[in-house]
């Protein structure tokens, strides 16, 4: 509904209506549309989570970091692509929305699901942080530039080949500073 008719346009009773419960059984739930949307927004986000983590499992035990990291970021960029293709007139209304409502959130599953991996391939040393960076803070800086490969335009092939290029960059330097600290410490 917030995507068809924008945040805006969707009352209670809409929503009520659309799941086919009473506005008053709505209301149980959630105390207002805000809370609704931010309820469907964090309902997307763990579809993105289960499937990332889905896709990881498929992997096999050698993989990679940056093979990890790819299929990570594909199946969020794939999800969003879904969306993306329906073309709503309410979409950046909509990621107005999401920003609003991310920043009261320490942080969302998909960037945990990050820090995770990226905290596996430093424990395992396939790459080093610099001292002056933790794991959530080089999540977050991978989070944001491949969100804006998501939102950025051009085709499906066109964002997978940019995803692949920032993380062939990313994982790079972080194996480079690693090589740099070993080098260091000798």
């Known amino acids: 509904m917030f995507l068809t008719q924008g945040f805006n346009a969707t009352s209670m009773q809409d929503i009520a209506k659309q799941a086919e419960i009473s506005r008053a059984s ?3 739930y959630f105390v207002n549309k805000d809370e609704v949307f931010v309820g469907a927004l ?9 499937a990332a983590e889905a896709a990881l499992t498929q992997l096999p035990d050698t993989a990679s970091l940056q093979e990890k990291l790819y299929a990570i970021l594909n199946i ?7 969306l993306e293709t329906q073309q709503s ?25 990050l820090v995770e991996v990226i905290d596996d391939a430093l424990a395992t040393g396939q790459i080093a ?4 960076l933790s794991k959530e803070s080089i999540a977050d800086v991978l989070n944001l530039s491949a969100t804006a490969i998501v939102f950025v335009e051009g085709s499906r092939e066109q964002k997978s080949a940019r995803s692949n290029t920032l993380l062939r960059l990313f994982v790079g330097g972080l194996q480079t500073e690693g090589a740099l600290q070993g080098q260091r410490s000798h």
């Open 26 to 28: 709505l209301y149980t």
């Open 76 to 82: 969020r960029q794939t999800m969003w692509f879904a």
């Open 42 to 50: 964090f309902a997307f986000f763990d579809n993105i989570l289960l």
């Open 129 to 132: 942080a610099p001292p002056s």
């Open 89 to 113: 007139p309410h979409a950046m209304e909509l990621l107005e929305l999401q920003q609003l409502a991310l920043r009261d959130a320490e942080s969302y599953p998909f960037e945990r699901l």
